[in-house]
């Protein structure tokens, strides 16, 4: 069975293809600057990458030309072989606690949830439609990042604010990256083979939280009522103290946009690195000796390990720990950094099985007391998993 796994931005549009339930991508791409001049796109097919320009006025057009393109790679003869289309949705509130078939009412409560994701709940809207106009006959269904998280319990979700922000204007904890983590700690738990694991899931990439699960339900996560919360991330300032924003507004005249842009665009790795938001670039600043890259590196590995120190606790001890993400796939020395610092709680590194990128492994020794892994994410899979679910009852 077809299904096709789709994460929809404002000016982009990603898609994955899968024979399910093998799992098997036939066909995945990205369609970029949709709505904006020289759009393009790049399909991905048996390993090779053909990138090419194309009129994208609309998420319609690039849905259209999706569909001649899997017609003409023959990967499907007629638009009824696909079955499913899951869709990524960044904020579903406290009004999913699992995936959903999309309905009107679905869709509604999607949008009408814009102000708590502004820049992708109405992005998500727009991908729904545009499919749904295109592929009718496929059952749509709604993937929350958020839902993973509707675990945690009201202590742990609640900010202590007036009461009445959360009430009258849904102020709480609502965490992200919930299918990234779902599927870490799936995985981890399948590598365990133990079902009432205690894990902690680093997804750390260009955005970055860390979660904390047991018997593979979230206690709790970094990020908070937006993900500018918890760790210092690419762009992202993560926790400070909230005072700083009205003192800040009053020395500079920042409007609240203005200011929201700084702790969202112009912090994090490159707010103090001053360099750049990537952390390749700001490991080779420290390789040339910039102090501001090697200071920017080392909050980033210091926030890391404040929260797995908080989650050790919160768990009462922890059976692994996985790294995930761009960066936590990838970079050698933040993961050594990070694991360096947990030698308290008995961690022990290896530092030539660290000596991997973006591959599933163990990273710590044999007699390390906590088991770290790397596990390379896959967010399309599980939107992928849980569309067939609905299709295969
Ligand atoms: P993501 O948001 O998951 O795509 O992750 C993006 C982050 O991963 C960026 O900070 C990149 O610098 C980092 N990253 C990707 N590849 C590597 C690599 N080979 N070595 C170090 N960091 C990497």
Same mark, same amino acid.
């Given at each position: 069975?077809?299904?096709l796994s789709v994460n929809a931005g404002s000016s982009s549009l990603k898609f994955q293809m899968y024979?399910?339930?093998?799992?098997?991508v036939l066909i995945s791409g990205v369609f970029e600057r949709i709505g904006i001049n020289g759009s393009c796109y790049t399909i991905k097919l048996n390993g090779e990458k053909v990138s090419k320009d194309a009129i994208l006025n609309s998420h319609k057009d690039a849905v259209k030309i999706l569909v001649e393109e899997l017609i003409a790679n023959n990967i499907i003869?007629?638009?009824?072989?696909?079955?499913?289309?899951?869709?990524r949705?960044?904020?579903?509130?406290?009004?999913?606690?699992?995936?959903?078939?999309?309905?009107?009412?679905?869709?509604?409560?999607?949008?009408?949830?814009?102000?708590?994701?502004?820049?992708?709940?109405?992005a998500?809207?727009?991908g729904?439609?545009a499919f749904?106009?295109m592929?009718?006959?496929?059952?749509?269904?709604?993937?929350?990042?958020?839902?993973?998280?509707?675990?945690?319990?009201?202590?742990?979700?609640?900010?202590?604010?007036?009461?009445?922000?959360?009430?009258?204007?849904?102020?709480?904890?609502?965490?992200?990256?919930?299918?990234?983590?779902?599927?870490?700690?799936?995985?981890?738990?399948?590598?365990?083979? /133990?079902?009432?694991?205690?894990?902690?899931?680093?997804?750390?990439g260009n955005?970055?939280?860390?979660?904390?699960?047991?018997?593979?339900?979230?206690?709790?996560?970094?990020?908070?009522? @937006?993900?500018?919360?918890?760790?210092?991330?690419?762009?992202?300032?993560?926790?400070?103290?909230?005072?700083?924003?009205?003192?800040?507004?009053?020395?500079?005249?920042?409007?609240?946009?203005?200011?929201?842009?700084?702790?969202?665009?112009?912090?994090?790795?490159?707010?103090?690195?001053?360099?750049?938001?990537?952390?390749?670039?700001?490991?080779?600043?420290?390789?040339?000796?910039?102090?501001?890259?090697?200071?920017?590196?080392?909050?980033?590995?210091?926030?890391?390990?404040?929260?797995?120190?908080?989650?050790?606790?919160?768990?009462?001890?922890?059976?692994?720990?996985?790294?995930?993400?761009g960066?936590?796939?990838?970079?050698?020395?933040?993961? /050594?950094?990070?694991?360096?610092?947990?030698?308290?709680?008995?961690?022990?590194?290896?530092?030539?099985?660290?000596?991997?990128?973006g591959?599933?492994?163990?990273?710590?020794?044999?007699?390390?007391?906590?088991?770290?892994?790397?596990?390379? @994410?896959d967010e399309e899979v599980?939107i992928?998993?849980?569309?067939?679910?609905?299709?295969?009852?």
């Open positions: 069975m077809k299904i024979e399910m339930p093998e799992e098997k003869a007629d638009l009824n072989e696909i079955k499913g289309i899951g869709h949705i960044v904020q579903g509130a406290d009004k999913f606690e699992s995936s959903v078939v999309i309905n009107d009412e679905v869709l509604k409560t999607i949008s009408d949830l814009s102000s708590l994701a502004p820049l992708h709940n109405p998500a809207v727009i729904i439609e749904k106009e592929i009718p006959n496929a059952v749509a269904v709604a993937v929350f990042d958020t839902s993973f998280h509707q675990t945690m319990e009201e202590e742990t979700y609640l900010y202590a604010l007036p009461y009445e922000w959360y009430t009258d204007y849904q102020v709480r904890k609502y965490g992200a990256h919930g299918t990234s983590h779902k599927y870490v700690a799936n995985r981890l738990s399948d590598i365990l083979n /133990k079902k009432d694991s205690k894990v902690i899931v680093c997804h750390l955005g970055g939280s860390i979660t904390a699960v047991k018997n593979g339900k979230c206690v709790d996560t970094s990020m908070g009522f @937006t993900p500018n919360a918890g760790l210092v991330m690419g762009t992202r300032c993560g926790d400070i103290d909230a005072s700083i924003i009205p003192y800040m507004m009053q020395k500079t005249n920042m409007t609240p946009q203005d200011i929201d842009n700084v702790i969202n665009k112009k912090s994090g790795l490159l707010g103090i690195s001053g360099v750049s938001s990537d952390s390749r670039d700001v490991e080779n600043g420290i390789k040339e000796g910039n102090k501001r890259c090697l200071l920017a590196e080392k909050i980033f590995v210091r926030r890391v390990v404040d929260y797995i120190a908080k989650y050790y606790v919160l768990l009462n001890g922890v059976d692994a720990i996985a790294f995930t993400a960066i936590g796939e990838n970079s050698i020395t933040i993961r /050594k950094q990070i694991i360096e610092k947990l030698s308290i709680l008995g961690v022990e590194l290896d530092e030539e099985r660290n000596n991997v990128r591959k599933e492994q163990l990273i710590t020794a044999d007699n390390s007391k906590i088991a770290c892994y790397v596990i390379p @994410t599980m992928a998993r849980d569309t067939y679910s609905f299709i295969e009852g």
